[in-house]
């Protein structure tokens, strides 16, 4: 096939395309060129994962079939943080995700075998992930003080609500880890605001204050402006 008539069979693809999504009103919207600020969200999220592979990579050499692994384990990482609540059930913790828009749910990784066999390439895996992990605690600790502002210290913010959806602050939480909890119960202090609140998570109920919980970047009719 010629270039011509390649170039023919990828117009028609497309207006196929674009059609088939115009009928489920999808339309696509791109930045102007040498504009990556017009990204906002994503554009910060692209900027954080090459701030942060820079760092965890260094002066390492990858083969092309190790930099692939790492590069799609940390796509896994920046896909599976949570965006706003599943549903409007308080029964529910699952949150949405990047991986639901990608896959139809949440991205989950698989436990890795550990082996003390002297096998070719394990010390290379085994570097490989220990990348993983540095970019996951150093990309996750970014993300959560960004999503966790200090604005209550200069504007009064509106108190979190029973049945909400939040984020648990663990640093010890594993890649593509996100404790979620429901607030229960909400304990206003003398004043009347809230600072202490009882959570529900799948397996325990616990006691926090609002300082340890981060509600979820993107908000839904139902939640606090």
């Known amino acids: 096939m010629n270039s011509v008539a390649c170039f023919t069979s990828l117009q028609h ?9 115009a009928q489920d009103e999808i339309y696509w919207v791109f930045n102007p060129p040498r504009a990556p600020h017009f990204g906002g969200l994503w554009e910060a999220a692209v900027k954080a994962f090459k ?12 083969t092309f079939e190790e930099f692939i692994t790492l590069a799609h384990q940390i796509e896994a990482c920046l896909n599976s943080r949570p965006l706003c609540p599943l549903s409007a059930d308080p029964q529910d913790l699952a949150a949405l995700t990047p991986g639901h828009f990608l896959v139809g749910s949440a991205l989950m990784s698989i436990p890795e075998p550990y082996t003390e066999e002297n096998l070719d390439g394990v010390q290379r895996w085994r570097h490989t992930t220990m990348m993983r992990n540095h970019f996951w ?22 108190d979190v609500k029973r049945g909400e959806l939040v984020l648990l602050t663990d640093d010890l939480q594993p890649p593509q880890r996100w404790p ?4 229960e119960e909400t304990h206003p202090g003398p004043d009347g605001h809230v600072r202490v609140v009882t959570l529900r998570t799948p ?22 402006e």
């Not at 693809?13 to 999504?21: F, G, P, W, Y």
């Not at 979620?180 to 607030?183: D, G, P, S």
């Open 203 to 224: 397996t325990t109920t616990l006691t926090r204050p609002i300082a340890k919980i981060i509600r979820l970047p993107i908000k839904t009719d139902d939640s606090s």
């Open 13 to 21: 693809s497309c207006r196929t395309s674009r059609a088939a999504l």
């Open 137 to 158: 605690r150093r990309w996750q600790k970014e993300v959560l003080q960004g999503m966790q502002l200090r604005q209550k210290w200069y504007s009064t913010r509106p």
């Open 51 to 62: 701030s942060h592979l820079k760092r965890v990579v260094g002066e390492v050499k990858l």
């Open 180 to 183: 979620l909890a429901r607030i």
